[in-house]
């Protein structure tokens, strides 16, 4: 049977190149944050771009925290699948 947590708080899946910071990949950053929760956050390393649109087919929203691309390509085939798309301010997302 599900917990109620497992229900109100949904998973997170984070694919593609990580920063980092610190001198440490940015993942390895944020799983030392979510202590007991990091069961949470799934972490996929690079693979074949066409990979990803079955992994998008079944999420809610998009986030592209990206600070340098302006309009990258993952947030138009996001768009395009009718997904929600959350980016960085500042950085064109908002156009």
Excluded: W
């Amino acid at each position: 049977m599900a917990r109620a947590d497992d229900l109100i708080c949904p998973r997170a899946l984070v694919a593609g190149h990580a920063s980092e910071r610190m001198g440490r990949p940015m993942l390895e950053l944020i799983h030392d944050q979510l202590g007991d929760e990091k069961h949470r956050v799934v972490c996929l390393d690079r693979m074949p771009h066409e990979s990803f649109y079955p992994i998008i087919d079944h999420v809610i929203v998009i986030v592209l925290p990206s600070r340098s691309d302006s309009f990258p390509n993952a947030c138009l085939e996001a768009m395009a699948r009718g997904k929600l798309v959350e980016g960085t301010r500042g950085a064109s997302f908002e156009q």
